[in-house]
């Protein structure tokens, strides 16, 4: 493997993560009211459009990282919404 590839793996490993602790927390709590509904329709709308590309390309760690974090995504924005 060559040296841009761990640097892509870590930049994925990395924004997959950090999305989990956000999860994890509105999962346990169901408290949505301190975040940003804007930016989280935009986070949604920016990994669909990663993933979109990532497939147009067949480009698998573009697809894998940012599928998983378009989901999350999904749910947080989906709490928000929820719960307002």
């Not at 040296?3 to 793996?9: K, Q």
């Not at 999350?72 to 924005?77: K, P, R, V």
Request: proline fraction near 6%.
């Amino acid at each position: 493997m060559q040296l841009p590839a761990y640097f892509g793996i870590a930049a994925a490993t990395c924004s997959v993560a950090a999305f989990v602790p956000q999860a994890h927390k509105i999962f346990k709590t169901r408290e949505t009211k301190d975040l940003s509904l804007p930016m989280w329709i935009l986070q949604v709308i920016g990994f669909a459009l990663w993933v979109t590309y990532g497939v147009t390309s067949r480009n698998w760690p573009i697809i894998v990282p940012n599928s998983i974090c378009w989901l999350l995504s999904c749910f947080i924005l989906g709490m928000k919404i929820k719960k307002g």
